[in-house]
């Protein structure tokens, strides 16, 4: 038989040190938030500046209340208070952490209205930074990739084939390849994706439009082609740009080879399930063909596009030859401002030498004069900066094209600051602080 277990001897002197230590923290910052209030700095400018004072002093208060919580239950279980006290007191406290909350979150929003007013004004120069950002990510490595989830890519290929009508209708084992333009084995025929899917939603939004970065893995943003082909147009070697610029709407796309280094690349065209060997630049020129009027979302095929050419410039500036000046001084997409965003677009056309500034900012003004360019919805637009703002943040830079969409419609959900809005928010931290302090006095007259 085992002798009796003599239990661990356990002592409240920690929680009791706790609690007195939180009471004396929270007495100063009672004290602190006085001075500051009677020196007249709680109302200053915007009242930002005394926010991170107020903030702290709120979650100490915190700290403190859910102490004399832990405080009261150890009195009860000592026997030294009823379970009436107990409830009354818990009831009480619990107001308290109640208003406390309460006020964080009143804090809270003033400061993210007054950063959103801030950001509103500023906006320009925020979306030109941003822009700056992402292109220095781009630059780092256009051609990205990262292990794909399966399930969605397998999703993704199913959704391609699909909506493409690209099987074989007496044979399963074959699928349409668009620059082939014949049918090859289904294990040769991969899904590509046009705007790479390594990149964030977040920063595909920022770029090509809000909703467009949950479009990575839709039909609009994929190509079915050989595997050659495919690496091809992954590493930037050649790109897909419209056959007529005149044509309206777009529908006819041919493949254009950038890299003349990779001319003699050995690749293989399909047709009727048989692969018959090739070199790269014997697509340069072809036209690709589809199956039904489905076709890429041309806004994808065009960030395509700017990428592989960045990425030429930046890898390839002697290798890339002719071609990639040939390329881009044709003008190849007819209306650039209608399918990026305003701001990075005149980035990406400095950084891939399409024009230098005065020259863009004079094509976007011509474009926007003649309807051409899309007016970005001034809500959707900071919304999205907001989120991409956090991504680039942490460095992890990771709709439908509706023509006629109503670009006056403002987003309910971001909360504008009007110019009266802006002048209450003048005195909203001298009140606020003002009330944080009379809810301080009333809980020590019951202390």
């Known amino acids: 038989m085992e002798p009796p277990s003599i239990p661990r001897r356990t002592s409240s002197k920690s929680k009791a040190a706790t609690y007195s230590r939180l009471r004396i923290r929270y007495r100063k910052s009672k004290q602190n938030l006085r001075k500051i209030s009677a020196a007249s700095n709680v109302s200053n400018g915007s009242g930002l500046d005394s926010y991170p004072v107020l903030l702290k002093h709120l979650r100490e208060a915190l700290e403190y209340y859910q102490a004399c919580r832990g405080k009261l239950e150890k009195e009860f279980s000592a026997g030294k208070i009823s379970s009436d006290d107990l409830i009354n007191g818990s009831r009480k406290i619990n107001d308290k952490i109640d208003n406390k909350c309460k006020q964080i979150v009143r804090l809270e929003r003033y400061r993210y209205r007054v950063e959103k007013a801030h950001l509103i004004e500023d906006a320009k120069n925020m979306q030109e930074l941003l822009a700056e950002t ?12 990262k292990k794909l989830n399966k399930t969605a890519q397998y ?8 909506d493409n009508s690209a099987q074989h ?20 025929i991969r899904a590509a994706h046009i705007v790479p899917s390594a990149f964030s939603a977040e920063i595909i939004d920022y770029i090509c439009g809000v909703g467009c970065g949950s479009r990575l893995y839709s ?7 050989g595997n050659h082909l495919e690496e091809a147009l992954d590493k930037g070697k050649i790109v897909i740009v419209p056959k007529d610029i005149n044509e309206d709407p777009i529908t006819t796309f041919v493949v254009r080879l950038v890299n003349q280094s990779s ?13 018959m060997r090739h070199i790269l630049s014997d697509v340069d020129g072809r036209e690709l063909t589809f199956l039904n009027d489905n076709r890429p979302k041309k806004r994808f095929l065009y960030f395509r596009y700017l990428l592989s050419m960045m990425h030429n410039k930046l890898n390839r500036p ?33 950084e891939v030498g399409d024009a230098d500034e ?3 900012s004079e094509i976007l003004e011509k474009l926007e004069a003649s309807g051409d360019l899309e007016q970005e919805n001034r809500s959707e637009s900071i919304a999205v900066m907001f989120k991409v703002r956090e991504v680039v943040k942490q460095g992890a830079v990771k709709q439908d094209e509706d023509e006629d969409e109503d670009e006056d419609e403002e987003d309910e959900s971001v909360a504008w600051v009007t110019k009266d809005e802006d002048e209450n928010n003048a005195s909203f931290m001298e009140d606020f602080s003002q009330e944080v302090m009379d809810m301080d006095s009333s809980d020590e007259e019951e202390e």
């Open 169 to 188: 209708p007496e044979a399963n084992d074959l699928v349409w390849c668009a620059i082939s333009g014949g049918y090859g084995s289904a294990k040769e």
């Open 219 to 225: 039909s609009d943003n994929g190509l079915l082609l």
């Open 358 to 360: 005065a020259n863009v």
């Open 263 to 275: 001319k003699n690349q050995p690749i293989y065209l399909f047709e009727n399930g048989n692969g």
């Open 318 to 350: 002697l290798q890339a030859g002719a071609n990639i000046d040939e390329i881009r001084h044709n003008y190849p997409w007819p209306t650039m401002g209608r399918y990026l965003r305003k701001a990075f677009l005149l980035r990406f056309a400095q």
């Open 155 to 162: 999703q993704f290929r199913r959704a391609l084939i699909h």
């Open 134 to 145: 992402v292109t220095r990510y781009l630059y780092k490595d256009t051609t990205v990739q």
